[in-house]
């Protein structure tokens, strides 16, 4: 095994914070895995290696059925990801749904005592709504839970086995791990409505400060906490060393910095007691150079308070758009399914999300060996042109790898006059590219000197670049992001691009409360989140364009679209009757991306937000 696999988890390391007599794991799940099975690939790989490690720590698997009555979900779908469960009658007549869950299962079957802990992992598929599609789609997983007396010691180890599955997958990797009890205290001492903290957590979760600013001025929230609030979804800042860079087994403690900043924060006893389990954990790792890839960052989970209620982790590989594993301590669902006097806690890796990211991992290299046998065109007319706006297809490679060593962080910009506003700032902000020019049909401009490279994209697809990791950050939309709702961190309001969404309808036009309302829009879901709030019953009618023409015609009663200045709707005799929300142009980030590139992205950040403070 080589020096840095060595040093991630030594032998003194895992007998430190293994803690069990007689079943300590052998050298072999140390750091990566034996290279005798490089011969299996991505998402396969990854499971035959972590079974054995987890075996090695003693846990055994747990075998179940594909299936579950649809009733058990029904009973406890507040503790499911989605409301959406994949169903079929059996032969006898009952309703059965495929598993959407594996934990529920394993905890509704349990035979744990707080004499004899359950010790178990899984290997299982569940079934989801795939996002952005009208299908289920199958997830693989692996993962283990510990079900029974829950100590410091155990969530150590819960711990240490999600290091090593993240270190035997990628050895580039980070784990983020926080406490449900900072939140939780933070909240104790605020009398905002649940509908409210219920908001503030999603604007944690996004790291979206300017929207979670405004959202405490509105209903009036304690300063003193309203500030403390604020400061949760910036800590845990930087990234691991570069390459080349400092010594992997001398790394330094950004978690331990981290747990300093959250300690000035701590107000009460849930604060100081959630904050006491994470020094433990710091301090059971200390001189341990696995360290280096844990991080303190309370957003990675503020919207499960419902789920979690203690020590709660999600791990990331370099390469991979999200987040391949997560998990947590959820007492809770033990409690729901009659399970009294014991926790449980524990994870699962997403071998899907390991397989995607062992694909792209191959790209760049296949790219290589074809950029001196091909060249992108696109014909138009007796014109052609390099679609990438480059030399040759590997140049478009050097935009995502940086070259030889370096990393390039790619801006995917909107097409149009907002993309033009947004180029103009990146440029004054000192992200200039030469050679751009807003009248070039080229699709990508790099600039090597700065580590830069933008990505000329449809407005709408800005945020899908963005959440898949074919880009770092982007500019979008809020009225964009409102309707799709990506899996992304929103990070400044950009000040321009600004205008509302509103429902507007002919001069004249009366609602009839006992009629379906016809709505023409091209933004279904916000149309279809604003009506169900009012509790109205309305009938989507989804176009892509001219909507104003919709009422005019009679095909709809109203219609919801962005308003800027209101002249077109008086051109054809409609007015704005209810603003929905505000939109304006959002810098937004890979949540990945964010995660390994941190001080690149937020030095960026702060020179946008110096060139938004001057124009003001």
């Known amino acids: 095994m080589d020096r840095q696999s060595d040093c991630k988890f030594s032998n003194q390391s895992d007998s430190q914070i293994d803690g069990r007599s007689g079943s300590q794991p052998d050298n072999r799940s140390n750091g990566r895995f034996d290279s005798q099975f490089d011969f299996l690939q991505g998402g396969e790989r990854a499971a035959f290696l972590l079974r054995r490690l987890y075996e090695q720590y003693g846990y055994k698997k747990y075998r179940m059925g594909k299936f579950e009555e649809y009733d058990f979900y029904t009973n406890h779908k507040d503790f499911l990801s989605s409301g959406q469960i994949l169903t079929f ?224 982790m999600k791990g990331y590989i370099e390469g991979s758009p999200g987040a391949v594993l997560s998990g947590g301590r959820y007492d809770p669902l033990l409690r729901r399914l009659g399970v009294k006097g014991l926790g449980a806690i524990g994870f699962a890796v997403y071998l899907d999300e390991v397989e995607a990211s062992a694909k792209t991992a191959v790209q760049p290299a296949l790219k290589r060996g074809a950029e001196t046998v091909a060249r992108s065109v696109l014909k138009r007319g007796s014109e052609t042109e390099n679609i990438t706006g480059a030399d040759s297809p590997g140049e478009i490679i050097h935009a995502e790898t940086g070259g030889a060593g370096g990393k390039m962080l790619r801006i995917a910009l909107p097409k149009g006059r907002m993309g033009d506003k947004a180029y103009k700032m990146f440029e004054t902000s000192g992200y200039g590219c030469e050679g751009y020019s807003e009248d070039s049909r080229k699709l990508v401009f790099v600039n090597r000197a700065s580590m830069i490279s933008f990505l000329m994209v449809k407005p709408q697809d800005v945020a899908v670049y963005v959440e898949r990791g074919a880009a770092d950050v982007g500019v979008a939309g809020k009225d964009i992001l409102l309707e799709t709702a990506p899996d992304i961190y929103e990070l400044l309001d950009l000040a321009f691009g600004k205008c509302r969404l509103a429902v507007a309808a002919p001069g004249g036009y009366e609602d009839d409360p006992g009629s379906v309302l016809r709505v023409a829009t091209k933004y279904p879901n916000v149309a279809r989140s604003y009506y169900t709030k009012q509790n109205r019953e309305i009938e989507i009618i989804k176009l892509n364009g001219s909507i104003e023409l919709a009422p005019i015609l009679g095909i709809s009663d109203v219609i919801v679209d962005i308003v800027e200045t209101g002249s077109t709707l008086r051109e054809n005799n409609l007015f704005v009757r209810e603003e929905i929300a505000p939109s304006s142009a959002r810098l937004i980030a890979n949540i990945n991306s964010y995660k390994f590139m941190q001080p690149e992205i937020i030095e960026m950040l702060e020179k946008i937000k110096t060139h938004i403070s001057r124009l003001n």
């Open 89 to 312: 009658t059996d032969l006898d007549g009952k309703l059965m749904a495929l598993k959407p869950d594996v934990t529920m299962s394993i905890v509704k079957r349990t035979r744990a005592t707080e004499e004899q802990p359950e010790r178990l992992y899984y290997n299982e598929s569940i079934y989801r709504p795939a996002k952005g599609a009208l299908e289920y789609r199958e997830i693989p997983q692996i993962g283990v839970e510990y079900i029974g007396a829950v100590t410091a010691e155990t969530g150590l180890e819960i711990v240490v086995l999600a290091l090593k599955s993240l270190a035997g997958i990628n050895e580039n990797f980070i784990l983020d791990v926080s406490h449900d009890g900072v939140l939780a205290g933070l909240f104790e001492g605020s009398d905002a409505p649940v509908g409210v903290k219920r908001e503030v957590s999603g604007y944690i979760e996004q790291k979206n400060i300017h929207e979670l600013s405004m959202l405490l001025n509105k209903y009036n929230v304690d300063e003193d906490i309203a500030e403390r609030l604020l400061k949760l979804p910036a800590l845990g800042g930087m990234s691991p060393p570069p390459p080349g860079g400092r010594d992997a087994c001398h790394a330094p403690d950004i978690f331990g910095q981290s747990l300093l900043e959250a300690g000035a924060l701590a107000l009460n006893e849930s604060m100081y007691a959630a904050l006491s389990e994470l020094h433990t954990l710091h301090t059971a790792l200390a001189g341990n150079p696995a360290l280096k890839s844990l991080r303190l960052d309370f957003s990675s989970f503020a919207g499960d308070s419902s789920y979690y209620n203690g020590l709660v």
